[in-house]
């Protein structure tokens, strides 16, 4: 069983596969851990009551994978090929035969596409807060986005920034009630609705950002230290070359057992159609795919 993806979803994946005594190899990506890996707090994981940061929950189940017996590659699945009843795998520098396999490939978080963002990447735009909250301890911030992951990354950077500036495209927050709340109440935040980014501007690091006020119409300079990106996700799927119907979201369909459209060729985590997108639901449809493809191994029937 070959899982593309080390993410919470491929991780969770490999140690099911090798736990059912199936040959099993992740192609991790670039890095363990995916969008986990960059998150101080994991909120809402079972048996973590007080929250457990990405980086250390990820290289757990890694851990557990391994002692299972899961082998990990630190590539890239580029594309795949069908061969009778095997997939051929292709990764940065080796090929190898499954005779299933899992996608569990995430996704990316979108940028704004403003002028100056790409300049300013790593010099003040960031999209990992705890990563880059002490370097603007005391600074003005903003934060763009109104979904769960904007809101939760404001209130990480509202424990050491001076204020921290959310700045909401629509009239209505998309986030969760809990985060909502939580926000309400942390005087250093304040919500910008009906804002536009148009510009992130500095020499050589961000020193403000021009936003327009969708009723007013007028454009004015903000003045901060460093702008966060949250503004949604872009599922990890040009390496499918056409080969399965995405949804118009770019998420994979799936039916109820994980199973795409081709034979053998599973979906976990953000990546598939229907994903509840918290880390939790990853870890269990990793489970499910990878009980679905030793199903598939025993008795054939797809
Ligand atoms: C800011 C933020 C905060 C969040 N906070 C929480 C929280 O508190 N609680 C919670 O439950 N959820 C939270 N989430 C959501 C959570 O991060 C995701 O639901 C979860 O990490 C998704 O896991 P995944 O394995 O499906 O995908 P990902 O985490 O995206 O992992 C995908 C993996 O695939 C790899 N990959 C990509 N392309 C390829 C390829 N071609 N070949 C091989 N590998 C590839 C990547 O390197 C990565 O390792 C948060 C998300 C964000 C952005």
């Known amino acids: 069983m070959v899982i593309a993806g080390g993410g919470i979803a491929g991780l969770t994946a490999a140690l099911a596969s090798a736990r059912l005594g199936r040959k099993t190899l992740v192609l991790t990506g670039d890095v363990l851990g995916g969008l986990l890996l960059s998150i101080d707090k994991v909120e809402g994981f079972p048996g973590f009551a007080d929250g457990i940061p990405g980086y250390d929950l990820c290289p757990m189940v890694q851990e557990q994978a391994m002692g299972a017996g899961a082998e990990f590659a630190t ?11 095997t997939w051929r795998i292709a990764s940065d520098n080796d090929r190898v035969l499954a005779r299933t396999l899992i996608l569990a490939t995430g996704s990316t978080l979108r940028q704004l596409g403003v002028p100056g963002e790409a300049r ?7 999209q990992c807060a705890s990563c880059d909250a002490p370097l603007v301890r005391n600074r003005p911030v903003a934060v763009v986005g109104g979904g769960d992951s904007a809101l939760q990354e404001a209130l990480t950077l509202a424990e050491t920034s001076s204020r921290v500036t959310v700045l909401v495209r629509g009239e209505k927050l998309a986030a969760q009630q809990a985060y909502r709340n939580r926000v309400a109440a942390q005087p250093r935040i304040e919500i910008r609705h009906n804002t536009v980014v148009e510009e992130i501007l500095g020499a050589d690091k961000v020193s403000g950002v021009r936003i327009r006020d969708a009723s007013r119409g007028a454009a004015i300079d903000l003045e901060v230290a ?3 990106v949250y ?5 990890n799927t040009a390496f499918l070359n056409g080969q399965i119907k995405l949804e118009p979201s770019g998420r994979i369909p799936v039916d109820g057992r994980m199973q795409t459209e081709l034979r053998g060729v599973f979906a976990a985590g953000i990546v598939r159609s229907g994903s509840a997108g918290r880390a939790a639901a990853s870890a269990g449809d990793g489970t499910a795919a990878a009980v679905a493809a030793d199903r598939y191994l025993t008795d054939g029937v797809w």
Do not use: C
Request: charged share 25%; glycine share 16%; net charge negative.
């Open 231 to 235: 503004i949604g996700l872009q599922p």
């Open 226 to 228: 460093a702008l966060f």
């Open 120 to 126: 300013l990447h790593g010099k003040g735009v960031s």
């Open 75 to 85: 590539t890239s699945l580029d594309g795949l090929e069908r061969r009778d009843d």
